[in-house]
C-alpha cells in the first residue's frame, strides 16, 4: 500500500505507542423486534438488545485498562443508520466531552454485503455524523426493511468500498473475526484470503487489514453451551491458535500468503466487547485482555495514519507494552526501516535486525505477572506462495531469555543475516508459553496463560 523510509527524528521524536480497541459495542447494537399483528411495519429497535453498556462506560473502562484510543462499533438491522445518526452521535460527542484525554473514534462494526463484520472507522472531521448514516443507509445489509437480496452480495462489498474509496477523507476498514464461520483448518467459511485481496485491490486507501487475535476471548463453557459459544472468540468451526485466528497463526499460512502476494495487510487485535464475563457474558472491557498498538502522535488523524501504514503491532494479556521492530543494511546503516515501512536492498547485503521489547510492568489485569518464553524472527517471500499457502515463510531465528539483553526497562535481541533472494518481509511474533507453534485452543482454556504478542511486517524492495 504505502512504501515509505523511516520518518525524520523530529517527526517520529512526536509518536509513541498509543494502545486501543476498534472493536467495542454498546446500547445502540438494538435487537429487532417485529409487531406480530403488523409485520408490515419496520421492527422496533430495543435498545440494549445485544449489549448492555453504554458509549460511556465504554471509553471510562478503556481508560481504565490503559487504552489511549477506542471506537465506538455498533451494527446494525433494519433503518439503524438512523440510530446511530440521532442517538449514538450523541452519546459520542458527550462521551468525548467527558473523558476529553482519550481519543474516540464514530464508526460501526459493518454489515458486510455477503459476508459477516468489518470495523469502519471515520476520520474525526465535521463530516462523521453525516457519513457513517450515509454508507450504512447506502450499504449496509441489514439497513432495508423488508429485506433487500441484492444489498447482500460480495459484488455489493465491492461497491461499497469503491464508493468508500471515493470520498474526499476515507474511513478505515477492517474485518473481522476472519475465519470464525471457517468449517476446518484451512477451509474457509464467509470470508476467504481471495476475498480480503480483492477488498484491498478495490480500494487500497481505505482496507488495511483483518482482526488478528478476534474478541470473546473470555468465553467460557457454561450448562448447555454450544461449542462456538464456550470457545475463545466463539470459534466453532475451527478454533483460534494461541487466541489468534487461523489466518494468522499458522506459519505460512493465509496472511503470509497475501504478504507473499505483494499486500501490505495489517493485524489487529480487541476486544469484541458487548458483555463482561463477570455479567455472564463471553468479553473481557476494552483494553483488559487484547490490545492494538499503533506509533502516532496521540490525535486522532496520525493513529489512523498508523493503521493506515502499518506502524501496529498486537498484544493479548499485556504481555508487552512496547516492541520496536528495525531492520537495517550494514554496520553503520545508512537505510533502516521499521514495522510498516519498505526498506530497498540488495541481494546479498548484510541486514542487522534489532528487536527491542518492553514486557509489561507489574502485572496485568487477571494478577499474574506474565513472562516472555521466547521470540520468534520470521521472514517470507513470494516464491512459495501456492493458493492461501507460502512455502518461502521460515523461521529465520528463535529467540529466549539467554538470549534477551537488558537495557534499562526493555529487553534486546539482534540478528545478522544476508539478504535473501526472494525476501520480501519479517515479522515477529513472541509468547509465555514453551509452544513452539501456536496450538489450537479448547474449550475451557484459561486465555491468561496462552499469551502472544505479534509484530507487523517490514517489507523489503529488492533491485
Known amino acids: 500500500m504505502v512504501n515509505v523510509m523511516p520518518a525524520c527524528a523530529e517527526e517520529a521524536a512526536q509518536r509513541r505507542w498509543l494502545a486501543g480497541d476498534h472493536h467495542v459495542h454498546s446500547i445502540y447494537s438494538a435487537r429487532y423486534e417485529a409487531d406480530p399483528e403488523h409485520p408490515e411495519r419496520v421492527p422496533e429497535s430495543v435498545i440494549g438488545g445485544d449489549s448492555s453498556h453504554t458509549i460511556l462506560q465504554n471509553i471510562q473502562m478503556a481508560r481504565r485498562f490503559g487504552l489511549d484510543w477506542m471506537v465506538a462499533t455498533d451494527h446494525g438491522g433494519p433503518g439503524h443508520s438512523a440510530l446511530n445518526h440521532d442517538r449514538a452521535w450523541p452519546d459520542v460527542v458527550a462521551a468525548r466531552k ?85 468449517t476446518g483448518h484451512g477451509e474457509w467459511g464467509l470470508h476467504t484470503p481471495a476475498e480480503y485481496l480483492a477488498w484491498q485491490n478495490a480500494a487500497p486507501n481505505v482496507v488495511i487489514g483483518m482482526e488478528g487475535a478476534p474478541g470473546h476471548q473470555a468465553a467460557r463453557p457454561e450448562a448447555g453451551a454450544d461449542k462456538a459459544h464456550s470457545s475463545r472468540g466463539l ?182 543475516m544476508k539478504v535473501l533472494e526472494g525476501i520480501t518481509y519479517l515479522r515477529i511474533r513472541g509468547t509465555n508459553t514453551p509452544q513452539g507453534e501456536p496450538e489450537p485452543d479448547f474449550v475451557g482454556e484459561d486465555p491468561w496463560r496462552d499469551l502472544w504478542f505479534y509484530s507487523n511486517p517490514i517489507y523489503f524492495a529488492q533491485k
Open 98 to 182: 467527558a473523558v476529553p484525554d482519550m481519543v474516540l473514534f464514530y464508526g460501526m462494526e459493518f454489515d458486510v454485503p455477503g459476508g459477516e463484520h468489518a470495523s469502519l472507522i471515520l476520520p474525526t472531521d465535521a463530516a462523521e455524523r453525516a457519513m457513517l448514516r450515509d454508507i450504512e443507509s447506502r450499504f449496509g445489509k441489514r439497513e432495508a426493511f423488508p429485506a433487500d437480496p441484492t444489498r447482500n452480495t460480495k459484488p455489493q462489498m465491492i461497491a461499497a468500498l469503491r464508493y468508500m474509496a471515493g470520498l474526499q477523507h476515507p474511513p478505515v476498514l477492517i474485518g473481522n473475526h476472519p475465519s470464525r464461520t471457517a
Open 235 to 416: 470459534y466453532g468451526g475451527f478454533p483460534t491458535m494461541g487466541g489468534f485466528d487461523q489466518m494468522v497463526a499458522r506459519l505460512g499460512g493465509a496472511w503470509d500468503a497475501l504478504l507473499g502476494k505483494g499486500m501490505h495487510w495489517t493485524i489487529t487485535a480487541n476486544s469484541d466487547s458487548h458483555g463482561h464475563w463477570r455479567e455472564g457474558g463471553a468479553d473481557f472491557w476494552p483494553g483488559e485482555y487484547s490490545r492494538t498498538w499503533v506509533f502516532a502522535e496521540r490525535n486522532a488523524p496520525d493513529i489512523l495514519d498508523g493503521l493506515r501504514n502499518g506502524r501496529v503491532f498486537v498484544t493479548t494479556g499485556n504481555l508487552v507494552d512496547r516492541l520496536d521492530v528495525t531492520a537495517a543494511v550494514g554496520p553503520r546503516p545508512s537505510r533502516a526501516a521499521a514495522m510498516g515501512e519498505t526498506l530497498m536492498v540488495h541481494k546479498g547485503d548484510e541486514l542487522t535486525i534489532t528487536i527491542r521489547f518492553r514486557p509489561a510492568p507489574p502485572h496485568h489485569a487477571a494478577g499474574q505477572v506474565p513472562k516472555v518464553d521466547h521470540v520468534d524472527l520470521i521472514a517470507g517471500g513470494a516464491s512459495g506462495v501456492e493458493g492461501d499457502r507460502n512455502r518461502s515463510t521460515r523461521l529465520v531465528k528463535r529467540f529466549t531469555s539467554r538470549d534477551f539483553r537488558a537495557d534499562g526497562d526493555s529487553l534486546i535481541v539482534s540478528h545478522r
